[in-house]
């Protein structure tokens, strides 16, 4: 029987002689090469009755055709293609505990390939790359610097716009792929405390490694979010832009289609950057949850919460909090961050102490509230916050509990952050807010 590595390394060569691009000089030759070793490692890890995954050198050469194709349609192909192919070879998943024997617990066996290919270089000591004698392009993959690095790009918009789409795509594929190493991370971290299985996710490395500016980091995913549709505004001016620099090297043809697939790439890109905070936001709460419980140690390294980073660019860039608010959809993450944010300019009782883990009352949309039942408690507010501050950030948490309210699933959360009121009461306790916020507004 032929040996797998063997048959690998005959893979490799014959896919990666169609990128050789000795003698040819035509981009469109060189455009039409790369769509050709695309399709092939299609066609033999994905489309073959025995199909077999890329070579990691196969993979690399995938990634580097997706930052620098310079063309819409090798953006595209090369996205689709390293989605497919982490669907089809997961690198991290759950075996059931079905399989596992009775010895298992009820719990689940979290199922790590070490040989599979990564974006991210962030771990150390792959054993596999010494083994394998493999010498990868630094370029082409990235460490906590390139991922901060190609967030900034998204967010300032300096590149052309055929360079942007391929850095959105780029982002939502590692994303997909931090979240498809997180969840099943997540969700036996949930069935056995095991504090470990998230320590040595991708994501937790990402943004604990020293090399990462994690407020930089913050501050530009808000403004990927935040200037969205101004980003959209302006495509047509950018694209004008793109097709004077690549009308030399490759046809128009090639990326005809960029001002229609722009505004969608953008929006999908807007949607990763929320992800991504989320994401973060639940590796916070469970390593609060493990600190609390004693599973942490020296080894994690501190860090402030995303949540507080974000509290604080909202709070001292004001004019991105309406847009932020706006766009950003997720009802429970939301509603925690506007709570969070009138608690900045509230007093809390002082018989709350550290150890305390129940919320008072004020920390609930309820409590929030009942600070601006009368003018007196609403003119204290309105001393350190404005009346249109607080009349955004009070309608965009009632649109936040319908949200919640309508869904069963969320009663114990509705109750922890929205109090014991109903409907009707929560529906005039705004209105006389509202009405309070007027009065002292004229």
């Not at 192909?77 to 089809?88: E, G, I, S, W, Y």
């Not at 960029?258 to 929320?274: G, N």
């Not at 809390?348 to 009368?374: K, Q, V, W, Y």
């Amino acid at each position: 029987m032929e040996d797998p590595r063997t048959n690998s390394q005959r893979l490799e060569g014959n896919t990666l002689a169609i990128l050789d691009f000795s003698g040819i000089r035509e981009a469109r030759d060189i455009h039409d090469d790369r769509l050709s070793f695309l399709e092939a490692v299609r066609a033999v890890s994905l489309a073959s009755t025995s199909p077999s995954p890329p070579t990691w050198k196969m993979f690399d050469a995938i990634l580097q055709i997706l930052r620098d194709g310079l063309s819409l349609e090798l953006a595209v192909a090369c996205f689709q293609l390293l989605t497919d192919l982490d669907k089809r070879y997961p690198r991290v998943y759950v075996r059931d505990s079905d399989n596992l024997g009775t010895n298992s617990g009820g719990a689940g066996e979290l199922v790590v390939n070490k040989e599979a290919w990564s974006p991210f270089t962030v771990r150390s000591g792959n054993s596999h790359f010494e083994d394998s004698g493999i010498c990868r392009d630094s370029n082409s993959l990235l460490d906590s610097a390139s991922f901060s690095s190609l967030v900034e790009e998204i967010a300032v918009g300096r590149h052309s716009a055929i360079k942007t789409v391929q850095n959105m795509l780029l982002f939502q594929y590692l994303v997909r792929a931090l979240e498809a190493d997180f969840l099943p991370r997540h969700t036996l971290y949930k069935e056995t405390l095991n504090w470990v299985f998230l320590r040595e996710s991708v994501l937790s490395q990402l943004v604990a490694s020293r090399k990462m500016n994690y407020k930089s980091l913050v501050h530009n995913c808000l403004s990927v979010v935040s200037t969205r549709f101004f980003h959209e505004a302006n495509i047509c001016h950018t694209d004008l832009k793109v097709q004077e620099s690549i009308s030399g090297d490759l046809p128009q043809s090639c990326n005809v289609g960029l001002p229609f697939a722009f505004p969608e790439i953008q929006r999908k890109a807007c949607d990763a950057v929320q992800k991504l905070l989320i994401l973060i936001m639940e590796l916070d709460v469970i390593r609060k949850e493990a600190e609390k419980l004693g599973l942490t140690s020296r080894s994690d390294s501190f860090r402030a919460t995303i949540l507080d980073t974000i509290l604080d660019e909202l709070t001292y860039n004001k004019d991105q909090l309406s847009p932020f608010l706006e766009v950003f959809e997720d009802p429970k993450w939301k509603l925690e961050i506007i709570l969070l944010y009138f608690g900045k300019y509230y007093s809390r009782p002082s018989t709350r102490t550290r150890r305390s883990n129940s919320s008072p009352n004020d920390e609930t949309f309820e409590g929030i509230l009942n600070c601006f039942s009368n003018p007196t408690t609403t003119g204290g507010i309105l001393r350190k916050m404005a009346s249109e501050v607080a009349c955004l950030l009070l309608a965009q948490a009632f649109k936040c509990y319908l949200s919640l309210q309508s869904d069963q699933k969320n009663a114990v959360f509705v109750t922890e952050k929205i109090g014991g009121s109903t409907l009707p009461e929560i529906c005039n306790s705004l209105v006389t807010a509202f009405k309070n916020l007027r009065k002292l507004d004229r």
